[in-house]
């Protein structure tokens, strides 16, 4: 019943930023877990960023730990994830998904998830 609507995408240079957002809608936002996960041309999705309804737990993959940050606004019904010091690798497709009760790094843990905006990184 959660729908979940990416924005925030687009072509930038390596080094620079971007701020992704996810609005959701159809459900109690509170009370959900939210990753952001991306899939890169012929790879597999891969897990990016979890963080848990109350932002008292949040975990990074390896890959971004120092350069991403995820947060939530839950009077707005939003998550964000900022990303700085982008590399052309981070090149990929990033979806936000959802969760009830605690919450994972694994991308079958998440029920709801949405259409994906893609982020382009150049050299």
């Known amino acids: 019943q959660v729908q979940l609507v990416e924005s925030g995408g687009g072509l930038v240079q390596a080094g620079g930023s971007l701020r992704l957002s996810c609005a959701a809608s159809?459900?109690?936002?509170?009370?959900?877990?939210m990753g952001w996960f991306r899939q890169a041309p012929g790879k597999e999705r891969e897990f990016v960023a979890a963080?848990?309804?109350?932002?008292?737990?949040?975990y990074y993959a390896d890959s971004v730990k120092g350069r991403f940050t995820i947060s939530r606004e839950n009077a707005k019904n939003s998550v964000y994830l900022q990303m700085n010091s982008l590399k052309p690798d981070d090149t990929a497709v990033y979806y936000c998904?959802?969760?009830?009760?605690?919450?994972?790094?694994?991308?079958?843990?998440?029920?709801?998830w949405g259409q994906g905006t893609q982020v382009t990184v150049s050299s």
């Open positions: 963080i848990s309804w109350s932002s008292s737990t949040i």
């Open positions: 159809g459900g109690t936002f509170s009370i959900y877990a």
């Open positions: 998904a959802a969760r009830k009760s605690a919450v994972k790094t694994q991308e079958y843990e998440y029920a709801y």
